[in-house]
């Protein structure tokens, strides 16, 4: 392989191109993060009519979302990922928003008290 400083333009350009195999999903995942975090997680909240309440939620949603992001970026160089597996896992983020968009618009999952926490969903009956 060449050196990138020997590298014309259009082999520079060739190679930026086959990595997308790896920026494709890497590229879905933040797009779908984006999503979750500015579109659906503000649309929430619990209870409905109580705007503190939806704040409250997306204020701990988000934390509890980004502690997961630290933990999963930093065990990284402990676990070998698939090629596979690297498009698999921005489907389960698809699946993630999914979720919380049919949440967010339907409003199928309700506290099991008034405001004990947003950790206490459970399913309306």
Same mark, same amino acid.
């Given at each position: @392989?060449?050196?990138?400083?020997?590298?014309?333009?259009? +082999?520079? =350009?060739?190679?930026?191109?086959?990595?997308?195999?790896?920026?494709?999903?890497?590229?879905?995942?933040?797009?779908? +993060?984006?999503?979750?975090?500015?579109?659906?997680?503000? #649309?929430?909240? =619990?209870?409905? @009519?109580?705007?503190? #309440?939806?704040g409250q939620?997306?204020?701990? #949603?988000?934390?509890?979302?980004?502690?997961?992001? =630290?933990?999963?970026?930093?065990?990284?160089?402990?676990? @070998?990922?698939?090629?596979?597996?690297?498009?698999?896992?921005?489907?389960?983020?698809?699946?993630?928003?999914?979720?919380?968009?049919?949440?967010?618009?339907?409003? =199928?999952?309700?506290? #099991?008290?008034?405001?004990?926490?947003?950790?206490?969903?459970?399913?309306?009956?």
């Open positions: @392989t060449k050196s990138v400083h020997h590298m014309t333009a259009c +082999e520079r =350009f060739q190679t930026v191109l086959s990595l997308w195999p790896y920026t494709i999903p890497l590229f879905f995942v933040y797009m779908t +993060e984006y999503m979750m975090q500015a579109g659906v997680w503000p #649309a929430i909240g =619990f209870p409905v @009519t109580s705007a503190s #309440a939806r939620f997306y204020h701990y #949603a988000n934390w509890t979302y980004q502690v997961g992001v =630290f933990v999963s970026r930093s065990t990284g160089n402990l676990f @070998t990922v698939s090629l596979t597996m690297l498009w698999v896992m921005p489907m389960l983020q698809l699946v993630n928003l999914c979720l919380f968009w049919l949440i967010s618009v339907h409003h =199928f999952w309700c506290l #099991a008290s008034s405001f004990t926490g947003w950790w206490s969903l459970r399913p309306r009956l």
